[in-house]
């Protein structure tokens, strides 16, 4: 199987370092005009507004043959969201991936985050994603073509301490990916979820520095031009980092039905059977789980 993107655009927001960057150069390296989307903020969501970091990626590329442009955009901003696309569809006349890879960290424990801490997260890593998403669908529904991919974290999948906006954030990006993967599968859109570990300046003083040095961001890039390709799955979560790759999923125990007339000491009476997840099972939608339980209460009723 060939992953080959000669002739497609990939924009990749946040892409002037760190794992966007290497998406950027992994992208190229296979032939793909790519947009390097990077306001020059700082790690804690400061603006500098300076274009130096996204142009450095962008010669990198040429230097390599491949063709790249800057684009200084917030994520946060729909005004600017729709400036780059119509940059990008003025430089290359279409947009065959999104990458939602821009983001901040500001940790603190929960007791002691602000509003506006948690806030500015929210808005770059799940609003952030949204902004850019909308503003590129209207191109890949017009094309019937397209592969978007969300930037998750373990910290949304399994928690981290310190960093409840950006496990909520992270989270909240599980949810779009799994709705949209039903509303745009029709348009032949195909829209995944990545949960990276990486050494970048957003994790250099979170892990010791022995544990840093074998995850590469560049090892992380695989999975991207996994989910990219032309027979992507979709509605996929992929973990990657340090050269390993795992499937992650949310899984549903088989359950134990109580009756209406349940009562909190019967759940805990039989806690280790309605938690069992021997059979525990992946929903390809919400409604699919209330389903189970309507099925159970009407099995149950006769």
Same mark, same amino acid.
């Given at each position: 199987?060939?992953?080959?993107?000669?002739?497609?655009?990939?924009?990749?927001?946040?892409?002037?370092?760190?794992?966007?960057?290497?998406?950027?150069?992994?992208?190229? =390296?296979?032939?793909?005009? /790519?947009?390097?989307?990077?306001?020059? @903020?700082?790690?804690?969501?400061?603006? +500098? #507004? &300076?274009?130096?970091?996204?142009?450095?990626?962008?010669?990198?590329?040429?230097?390599?043959?491949?063709?790249?442009?800057?684009?200084?955009?917030?994520?946060?901003?729909?005004?600017?969201?729709?400036?780059?696309?119509?940059?990008?569809?003025?430089?290359?006349?279409?947009?065959?991936?999104?990458?939602?890879?821009?983001?901040?960290?500001?940790?603190?424990?929960?007791?002691?985050?602000?509003?506006?801490?948690?806030?500015?997260?929210?808005?770059?890593?799940?609003?952030?994603?949204?902004?850019?998403? =909308?503003?590129?669908?209207? /191109?890949?529904?017009?094309?019937?073509? @397209?592969?978007?991919?969300?930037?998750? +974290? #373990? &910290?949304?999948?399994?928690?981290?301490?310190?960093?409840?906006?950006?496990?909520?954030?992270?989270?909240?990006?599980?949810?779009?990916?799994?709705?949209?993967?039903?509303?745009?599968?029709?348009?032949?859109?195909?829209?995944?979820?990545?949960?990276?570990?990486?050494?970048?300046?957003?994790?250099?003083?979170?892990?010791?520095?022995?544990?840093?040095?074998?995850?590469?961001?560049?090892?992380?890039?695989?999975?991207?031009?996994?989910?990219?390709?032309?027979?992507?799955?979709?509605?996929?979560?992929?973990?990657?980092?340090?050269?390993?790759?795992?499937?992650?999923?949310?899984?549903?125990?088989?359950?134990?039905?109580?009756?209406?007339?349940?009562?909190?000491?019967?759940?805990?009476?039989?806690?280790?059977?309605?938690?069992?997840?021997?059979?525990?099972?992946?929903?390809?939608?919400?409604?699919?789980?209330?389903?189970?339980?309507?099925?159970?209460?009407?099995?149950?009723?006769?």
């Amino acid at each position: 199987m060939s992953y080959d993107f000669t002739g497609q655009v990939a924009i990749i927001t946040g892409s002037g370092g760190g794992l966007g960057r290497a998406h950027a150069l992994a992208f190229a =390296r296979r032939g793909a005009m /790519v947009v390097i989307n990077d306001l020059g @903020g700082t790690r804690d969501g400061g603006v +500098s #507004s &300076s274009l130096n970091a996204a142009e450095k990626v962008v010669q990198e590329i040429i230097d390599l043959g491949g063709k790249a442009i800057a684009n200084g955009g917030n994520v946060t901003s729909e005004a600017d969201m729709q400036d780059m696309v119509d940059q990008t569809m003025d430089a290359f006349g279409r947009i065959d991936i999104l990458v939602n890879n821009a983001g901040i960290l500001r940790d603190k424990t929960f007791s002691k985050m602000t509003l506006d801490d948690f806030s500015a997260v929210m808005d770059v890593h799940l609003m952030g994603s949204i902004i850019a998403t =909308r503003a590129v669908l209207p /191109v890949m529904q017009k094309q019937e073509y @397209g592969r978007i991919v969300m930037t998750t +974290s #373990s &910290s949304g999948l399994y928690g981290n301490f310190g960093q409840s906006n950006y496990g909520a954030a992270k989270l909240g990006l599980v949810g779009l990916t799994n709705t949209l993967k039903l509303e745009l599968y029709k348009y032949g859109i195909r829209v995944n979820a990545l949960a990276p570990v990486a050494a970048t300046r957003m994790t250099d003083d979170i892990m010791p520095p022995q544990m840093l040095d074998f995850l590469t961001p560049e090892s992380v890039s695989p999975a991207v031009l996994y989910l990219c390709g032309k027979d992507a799955p979709t509605g996929e979560i992929i973990t990657a980092g340090a050269g390993t790759f795992a499937r992650a999923q949310i899984l549903e125990s088989e359950g134990l039905f109580l009756g209406a007339d349940a009562t909190p000491e019967m759940i805990a009476e039989n806690w280790a059977k309605l938690s069992d997840m021997t059979t525990a099972k992946s929903y390809k939608q919400g409604s699919d789980q209330s389903q189970k339980f309507v099925v159970n209460a009407f099995e149950n009723k006769a």
